[in-house]
């Protein structure tokens, strides 16, 4: 059974950071590309940040260049979104989502909300 079950949301104050954690099983994750995305309430999924399955490249939506990084750590089969800088735009569900051998799985989601 795949499960990628998203951690590390919360309510933070503009500026501040968090650091978001996918802990993937059931796949072989170190072949599956790793994403993240959001999603805000009466608006489309977003691509927030992508990478690789050797997590030798990343790309990153423009809204949050410079601000977050996407690690990965394949011993723990876990995928990582640092997120500094942190703005009320950012506010989302955030999830993760595996692609691979013809394959993808979504995340239920972890609640990120930015706000004075």
């Not at 608006?43 to 030798?56: C, F, M, P, Q, Y």
């Not at 723990?76 to 942190?86: I, P």
């Amino acid at each position: 059974q795949v499960q990628l079950v998203e951690s590390g949301g919360g309510l933070v104050q503009p500026e501040e950071s968090l650091r978001l954690s996918c802990a993937a099983s059931g796949i072989t994750f170190n072949v599956y590309a790793m994403n993240w995305y959001r999603q805000a309430p009466g608006k489309e999924r977003e691509l927030v940040a992508h990478i690789s399955n050797d997590g030798t490249g990343t790309s990153y939506a423009n809204a949050v260049k410079g601000r977050f990084t996407v690690s990965r750590d394949n011993a723990k089969n876990t995928v990582y979104l640092q997120m500094n800088s942190l703005k009320p735009e950012d506010t989302a569900m955030y999830y993760c989502y595996a692609v691979g051998w013809g394959l993808n799985y979504w995340g239920q989601g972890t609640q990120v909300t930015v706000s004075s």
